[in-house]
């Protein structure tokens, strides 16, 4: 099984999926970002502004979700924002095919109280910029 935490740059998905993954056992955090560092480091002459338009990126989310859970039984918990429906659904039906049952988790907030938990971080700096110009979106 796989939880999905969805929701707003800086809007607390790492500080969540961490505190359920710290409080239970059998719980197991998976960073999708990963896939799309290495996705970057081995893809460098192909353009694009975030790899989730890479149509590998997608596609190996729940191939290396699946594996990381078969090797370890864990139940995955995964913190990231998705913001385009298609490349959800995409991911999802790759969840499902590689047999992964998943619970979608949407946090939300206002842009007021956004813009204001990420002025506030401290822990991701240079995501500053980023996250802000993510805000209407």
Same mark, same amino acid.
């Given at each position: 099984?796989?939880? +999905? ?20 056992? #059998?719980? *197991?955090?998976?960073?999708?970002? +990963?896939? #799309? ?9 192909? &353009? ?6 890479? &149509?590998?990126? *997608? ?28 490349? +959800? ?7 499902? *095919? ?12 206002? &842009?007021?109280?956004?813009? *204001? ?21």
């Amino acid at each position: 099984m796989l939880l +999905w935490l969805n929701g707003p740059f800086g809007g607390g998905k790492t500080s969540v999926a961490t505190a359920l993954a710290e409080a239970s056992t #059998g719980l *197991r955090l998976f960073d999708p970002e +990963w896939v #799309g560092y290495m996705l970057r480091a081995n893809l460098p002459d192909i &353009p694009h502004e975030d790899f989730q338009d890479l &149509p590998p990126w *997608r596609a190996l989310v729940p191939r290396v979700a699946a594996e990381i859970a078969g090797h370890t039984g864990d139940t995955l918990v995964a913190a990231q924002t998705v913001m385009s429906e298609p490349y +959800w659904r995409e991911i999802k039906t790759g969840l499902a *095919r590689e047999g992964l049952t998943t619970v979608l988790v949407l946090l939300d907030c206002t &842009p007021t109280e956004l813009e *204001r938990r990420v002025k506030a971080d401290q822990v991701e700096r240079q995501a500053e910029q980023w996250r802000l110009a993510h805000i209407a979106p």
